[in-house]
């Protein structure tokens, strides 16, 4: 059974950087196809995709939204994907959450295509 745990998140300054983690542990990495995704929701917002891996083959799609700013990678060996964020803005600021589904080919970053979420790490960005 797949399963996610994320981290890393924290206060920061507007400009500044953060780097999300999270473990995706419950099955192969070599030979099972398993989309991690990072979603965030903001105070009264809907729960919005950010970027996806397919931890099989490492190919990444990023939302439009962040793109140029927010960075999504992988590490086979320590079986985590990360969330790079730079030049960060208050609009920024919410829950992170990582989320996996059992998948081979494209993926859409809708919330509820996900079958395994992580707990969430707040993210805070101040003027």
């Known amino acids: 059974q797949v399963r996610v745990a994320d981290y890393g998140g924290g206060s920061v300054q507007a400009g500044g950087s953060l780097r999300l983690s999270c473990s995706a542990t419950?099955?192969?990495?070599?030979?099972?196809?398993?989309?991690v995704a990072w979603f965030r929701q903001a105070p009264g917002k809907q729960r919005e995709g950010l970027a996806v891996?397919?931890?099989?083959?490492?190919?990444?799609v990023h939302d439009d939204s962040i793109k140029g700013r927010f960075t999504v990678s992988q590490e086979r060996t320590k079986k985590a994907v990360y969330l790079q964020m730079n030049a960060l803005k208050p609009d920024d600021t919410g829950m992170y959450y990582c989320?996996?589904?059992?998948?081979?080919?494209?993926?859409?970053?809708?919330?509820?295509?996900?079958?395994?979420w992580g707990q969430g790490t707040q993210v805070t960005v101040s003027p």
């Open positions: 989320a996996a589904r059992r998948l081979c080919g494209p993926s859409a970053l809708v919330p509820a295509l996900f079958e395994t």
């Open positions: 891996i397919d931890t099989f083959t490492g190919k990444a």
């Open positions: 419950g099955y192969s990495w070599s030979n099972t196809c398993v989309h």
